[in-house]
């Protein structure tokens, strides 16, 4: 992914700012063709010509007038684009013409206007522009009027944490840039996805025609001028522009931009609710109209790949958009209810930033322990908890905090939730690839740390066992309580405690609490109660925080603000290696533990409800508070 540095600094210093067009840099060359490599530096000398890429609009071909193919025409024939009879062809009708050679193919009908783009950014390394599967977001619209986006032939996709998406013609397109650089903040970083005259005019037609907002759109369905019982009738690109489509595709956008994880659409007698989980919490997002669950759901269904016709089965299906410059992927389940089907759609964001460890909120104590782990070459990490309590988000983090030149990290996921640089990744599917044989064939990869998302069943415990014990650092997860529960589940799923022993490096257990809104939440004095379960003296009762009822503006009304992980770990060492050996139970191996310094996920809630991070009431929610 490339991006052209729009950087807009002083405004008088004018188009020095944008990415200089490879022939102006050069001075004035002569034609060339399209460089090796990448876009934002388009340029590489060959022989004093000056090869250069230029978008859409490119110089294929000929110095002086030679009679040879050019680069471009030569690697579209290599790619068997074109055969070399219509490259001849094509150069006779350029000279005559003297139009581009791109354009002289697309006119003779050799080529297609889409091939040459995805043709052209395949050489450029910027991406093509797909109207159908891009979400268009309305505030990134309004950044542009529809004439000025025709005018200057550029569509603003997405704006979003200084990176503005965009697709046009040509990315050195000086008219482009300059309506682009009038209307973004100083700073932003442009993204460009390339498209052809006729798709791009198209899809800014579409964008502005329609609106993208969610109660217009709304308001446009109540007016009923569309039927919005036939989307399952509509080709991909009449598709864009329904306003079913438009309000599914909004809905999707919000939810991705507020960082939601589950979209429920639950159908009740008269109306359809929509409930949005944000930071593990439901709350109602809208109330849609009855008369428009057919339409909606059938879209779902449609974009998930689902039977539409079955209306009387539960169903899954997937499907992934592209909103603004991130990707998402869908996981949607349907069930049918007395009042329709039920869809819930579980949303994995995969360019979600992955967070460095120490911006997760484990405390100093378990940092320090995580790098003791890491630091053990060989062995097992296990990551517990039920789903949804951030598992996979600490071992991404651990993963790629360790991710560098030197290993070879590999991984077996289901799902990949977020792609990681370096590290080769193998999606895991029931009855394609499972597990177990996927690290029969993941050793034979040489890897020296290998990531396998779930122990499910004993073969794979075994298996993961094994490339333990033979000189691997593995990364793992099990379904269990709490990091002593892990032990006893081994052994039920069939591993012997013989060859459990020693091969544990540690094994963690964590769960998610809202943090209180920073901006809201509620100082008080500790009561008897509350200082008996913080575990202090009720003489001198610390200060503490409780969300504020009905919250602020700030944190939505919920009195609380995004979430952080309360975290145990076990450190395995001789002493706890030899319990497990003779199979002892997992309370001997808790008091050992606890003579040792054991910290568990009560001890570090309570910390951080000590420093203000959330409430009692909240850990209350996720752990035990009440010492047994
Ligand atoms: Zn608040």
Redesign the pocket.
Known sequence: MEFIDLTVKKDNEGASNLPARPDQVAGKAGKGSPAQGGAGNALARTGGVVRHWSGYEYSGGEAGGATGGGRIGDRMVAKGLITIEQLNVALQEKKISGKLLGQVLVDLGFIDELTLVQFLAEQSGNEVFDPKTTIFDADALALLSKNEAKKSRVLPISMRDNVAVVALVDPYDIVAMDSLRRVLPKGTEVKCLLSTPSILSDAIDAAYGYSSVIEDILKELDSDSANPDDVTKLTDDQAYTHPIVRLVNALMTEAVKTGVSDLHFEPEENFVRLRYRLDGVLFTAQILHKKLWNGVSQRIKIMSKMNIADKLTAQDGRFNLNIGDREADFRVSSLPTVWGENIVLRVLDKSASIKPLDKLGFSPHNLELIHRSQARPEGIIIVTGPTGSGKSTSLYSMINAINRVEVNIQTLEDPVEYSLPMIRQTYVREGVLEFADGIKALLRQDPDIIFIGEIRDGVTGEMALKAAMTGHQVYTTLHTNDSFGALPRLIDLGLKPGMIAGAIIAIFAQRLVRRL?V??KEEHVADAAECKILGVDPANPPKIFRA?QG??Q??AGQ?Y?GRVAIAEILLMDEDLDEIVARGGTKTEVRRKAVEKGFKSMRDDGILKVLDGLTSLDELASAVHVYKD
């Open positions: 809104c901006n809201c504020h919250g602020c700030l944190c009195g603000k």
